[in-house]
């Protein structure tokens, strides 16, 4: 029997975070304050990210982090330290858009 898909909601801020996990999501998306197109909205902060992955696991749900910036050179030395980051603090899985505009996974994923 084929398995379910997964049905991944966007979580702009804690407040949808809360509805999507609460009213049927396996999984969110959000973005940080680092290497996101969205620098001015309510991205989430180190601390928050951390935060809404224990809630994510305490639920049985994940969270993936989106790195979407059109980058330059100078924007890629800080992307391993964030990579790391995201994977210590559980992130289901993380994705960057390469200066190349071609989608690349950074090699870290988990399950819930």
């Known amino acids: ?4 898909p997964e049905l991944l909601a966007p979580a702009g801020d804690r407040e949808r975070l809360l509805m ?3 009213y049927g999501a396996d999984a ?3 973005g940080g304050n680092a290497f996101g197109l969205r620098a001015n909205a309510g991205n989430f902060t180190d601390e928050e990210i951390v935060e809404a992955v224990k809630l994510a696991d305490s639920l049985g749900k994940k969270v993936y982090v989106t ?14 330290e964030y990579a790391s980051f ?12 390469a200066s190349n505009s071609m989608l690349e996974c950074l090699v870290f994923g988990r399950r819930a």
């Open 67 to 80: 790195c979407n910036i059109i980058s330059r050179d100078a924007d890629m030395p800080g992307i391993k």
């Open 28 to 30: 969110v998306y959000l």
């Open 86 to 97: 995201l994977e210590s603090a559980g992130v289901h899985g993380a994705s960057r858009l």
């Open 1 to 4: 029997m084929a398995e379910a």
């Open 20 to 22: 999507a996990l609460r």
